[in-house]
């Protein structure tokens, strides 16, 4: 039995391709010139085989009957590279399985589709308050519509005080609302897990604030704010 590829969907946003074969199958199911993420596959392996999905670095090991993605524990495959770095999502089938059938669903990251901030400060003493890092009317990509949503947070925050923070705040029309606090070190990928921060401001106007909590003298930060 030969493999089978049909192509559903392919827009600028997401593609959704079928595929069905037998034992010992090689092939391309997906190819694109950007980076792409592997995001739900429901599957039916025959056999006590496995059909093994690659994607760049990231490999999918898929045996039985299922509905990989799309939930709780199973994030999206995401290669971390230029976003207009050609991708292929290739497909193995090993000689324990008698045939397959899938369909998968695949999400474009195109060009455009992110904005990220750098800040930094070695304090006075004063503190900041409201300094803006993102706003809507000299940005292409950040809207006052308040639709984007924070994908990932590099930070580095150093404080002689353990409360001291930085706080990461959503404009909203009559006041602000706090999206994040920010104290010591870390990296905070909601983009993998599904989980991006959402405009929650009521009545958002697009802009995005940072202000430091009890920052005293010599006091620092560097944060890093990837928004989608």
Do not use: C
């Amino acid at each position: 039995m030969a493999l089978s590829i049909v192509s559903k969907v392919d827009d600028t946003t997401k593609a959704i391709i079928t595929a069905s074969g037998a034992d010992n199958e090689s092939g391309t199911l997906y190819s694109a010139g950007q980076s792409v993420s592997l995001a739900n596959v429901y599957y039916e392996i025959r056999g006590t085989g496995t059909a093994t999905l690659k994607l760049g670095d990231q490999s999918l090991s898929l045996t039985g009957f299922g509905n990989w993605g799309l939930k709780e524990g199973e994030a999206r495959k995401v290669i971390e590279q230029e976003l207009n770095t050609a991708t292929t999502l290739e497909i193995t089938t090993d000689a324990n399985m008698s045939k397959f059938n899938m369909a998968v669903q695949i999400i474009s990251d195109t060009a455009g589709v992110k904005y990220v901030v750098k800040q930094t400060n070695y304090s006075d003493g004063t503190g900041e308050t409201n300094t803006v890092i993102a706003n809507p009317t000299t940005s292409n990509f950040m809207t006052a519509d308040g639709t984007k949503e924070i994908a990932k947070v590099w930070y580095s925050v150093n404080t002689a005080n353990r409360k001291s923070a930085v706080e990461i705040a959503w404009g909203g029309a009559t006041e602000n609302t706090t999206s994040l606090l920010l104290s010591g070190q870390g990296h905070l990928d909601f983009r993998t897990a599904g989980n991006d921060i959402v405009n929650n401001a009521t009545s958002p106007n697009g802009y995005v604030y940072l202000s430091t909590k009890d920052f005293a003298l010599n006091d620092n930060y560097t944060i890093i704010v990837e928004f989608r």
